[in-house]
């Protein structure tokens, strides 16, 4: 069963434009939300986190936004950069043990 | 280079035969995790530990596999008697859990291919 879905599997943005990639979950008992970026050949690499207690989480060009209610994650980045390109994971954890990772959105950013 | 490090990054394997994985977190880090990867898929937790303790194992960890981290440092993973469907990414991650924020840095992963 799949707890945390990325229904878009890739998504193409502009260079300077607003990339927003979303994020559903169906397990309302997690509380800690993080995104996570890969390029080819390496490993994860955390971007930004948020806790349940919170709507909102903003670092540099990248926010997140949490919709309780709507079990909804989305990841805004602004200005997006062709550095950006590259595989986007959500993932969602109780208590910050076993975590569920959706099966990711491939970003483009044309230049 | 202080980051997490896995060995070894490519490993081939005829079925049947056993192999095992380790992993080197960031030294400071107390929990540990094994993931699995396969194609177009989003990393499949598989078990983690905090210091040596074995705290957490997926239901998909069938008992071919086992995992230890000896003296809450380096980590191994053992999948015996490897099948096709065991060929995947596995990834390994370390993080210093702390009250609100648990981020996990991943290393560079081990990808398996059974023949």
């Known amino acids: 069963d799949q707890q945390v879905k990325q229904n878009s599997p890739s998504l193409s943005v502009q260079e300077g434009r607003i990339s927003i990639l979303n994020c559903d979950y169906t397990?309302?008992?997690?509380?800690?939300f993080l995104w996570y970026k890969k390029y080819p050949a390496e490993g994860p690499t955390f971007l930004i986190s948020i806790s349940s207690i919170k709507d909102k989480n903003e670092d540099g060009r990248f926010t997140v936004f949490l919709n309780k209610s709507a079990k909804h994650l989305s990841l805004h980045i602004v200005p997006s950069q062709p550095g950006d390109s590259a595989v986007y994971f959500c993932?969602?954890?109780?208590?910050?043990?076993?975590?569920?990772f959706g099966t990711g959105t491939s970003l483009t950013v044309i230049p | 280079d202080t980051g997490v490090s896995q060995d070894p990054r490519h490993k081939i394997t005829k079925r049947g035969q056993n192999v095992t994985f380790r992993c080197d977190p960031i030294?400071?880090?107390?929990?540990l995790y094994w993931y699995r990867q396969t194609l177009g898929q989003g990393p499949e937790f598989l078990t983690y530990?905090?210091?040596?303790?074995?705290?957490?194992k997926s239901r998909l960890l069938s008992d071919r596999f086992s995992a230890e981290r000896p003296k809450g440092s380096f980590s191994t993973l053992e999948i015996q008697r490897t099948e096709q469907g065991d060929s995947a990414m596995y990834l390994c991650?370390?993080?210093?859990?702390?009250?609100?924020?648990?981020?996990?840095?991943f290393g560079p992963g081990t990808r398996l291919t059974v023949t």
């Open positions: 030294s400071e880090h107390n929990r």
């Open positions: 397990n309302s008992m997690f509380d800690y």
């Open positions: 993932a969602a954890s109780v208590g910050g043990n076993q975590f569920y």
């Open positions: 530990f905090q210091n040596e303790a074995q705290l957490e």
């Open positions: 991650a370390s993080s210093l859990a702390r009250a609100s924020r648990d981020e996990q840095y």
